[in-house]
């Protein structure tokens, strides 16, 4: 497994946020390969590892060819990758409704290219303490990466992801029971009801603190969402200092902020 750590600025359009995306890579092993050659992991571990660290999985999506930059003004995220294979753009917004300019033309608020950070850096310093490996600083203009089978990402409140560019390509689909905010009733039996779904494209699981969460494409309180509360525990690694309770420092301090409004 690998962690990795994106600080991403501000732009016109999304707040993104003082704390760091997290990225870790093969959290769940592949349990097999489907008859379109793609990995895929265990539905049930996923939701079994989401559940044990305090987060309540909303939903299982599989994702069709693009969609639209959106973000989650007042509650954090977490995604595991559970099929397929997709770029994820993160911290950047649409600047238009045309899906495909702002997939594959210019239509999007492009940033530059993501540069490590080191003990000298002052925007890394301005941002965390010191240089550490793994840790990125991301100029206005997000970032794009890639997922796999097994991938989860921790999102903070605020910070605006888009899916695109499926392998294998399907349909866009709700695969689990519900509507897609909570599983509602259908809890209790969740593992046996996870273990009959047929993961097919890019498929993933998305989990909340609450059961209550919501969604934006640009704009709002840039602030309000800085100053989301840190959860207790993180989806992967617990209250270990490897996850977000040792990368996320609490309600941001007044320089973080300062600095993500310069």
Not at 80 to 101: E, M, N, W
Not at 126 to 155: C, H, R
Request: with cysteine; net charge negative.
């Amino acid at each position: 497994m690998t962690i990795t750590q994106y600080y991403i600025l501000p732009t016109a359009l999304i707040p993104n946020s003082p704390r760091p995306l997290l990225h870790y890579t093969n959290v769940l092993p592949a349990i097999a390969k489907g008859e379109d050659g793609f990995d895929r992991v265990d539905p049930v571990a996923g939701y079994t590892l989401f559940k044990k660290n305090g987060w309540q999985v909303a939903w299982i999506y599989r994702y069709g060819a693009t969609q639209r930059s959106h973000f989650h003004p007042e509650v954090h995220e977490c995604m595991i990758v559970l099929s397929g294979r997709a770029t994820i753009r993160f911290g950047a917004g649409d600047i238009s409704d045309d899906l495909h300019q702002n997939t594959h033309g210019d239509a999007w608020e492009k940033g530059t290219l993501v540069t490590p950070v080191t003990p000298d850096d002052p925007r890394g310093s301005a941002v965390i303490p010191g240089g550490t490996p793994g840790v990125y600083v991301v100029p206005s203009g997000g970032v794009t990466l890639e997922a796999k089978a097994g991938d989860v990402f921790v999102i903070p409140a605020g910070v605006a992801h888009k899916t695109l560019n499926t392998r294998p390509a399907a349909a866009f689909q709700l695969m689990s029971p519900g509507v897609g905010l909570s599983f509602g009733d259908s809890e209790s039996k969740m593992p046996s009801t996870l273990a009959s779904i047929s993961l097919s494209g890019f498929t993933m699981m998305g989990a909340y603190i609450s059961t209550e969460w919501d969604s934006a494409i640009r704009g709002g309180d840039f602030e309000a969402s800085w100053m989301v509360p840190r959860p207790a525990s993180d989806p992967v690694f617990g209250t270990g200092p490897e996850g977000l309770c040792g990368t996320w420092f609490g309600i941001p301090g007044s320089e973080r902020v300062s600095m993500l409004r310069s």
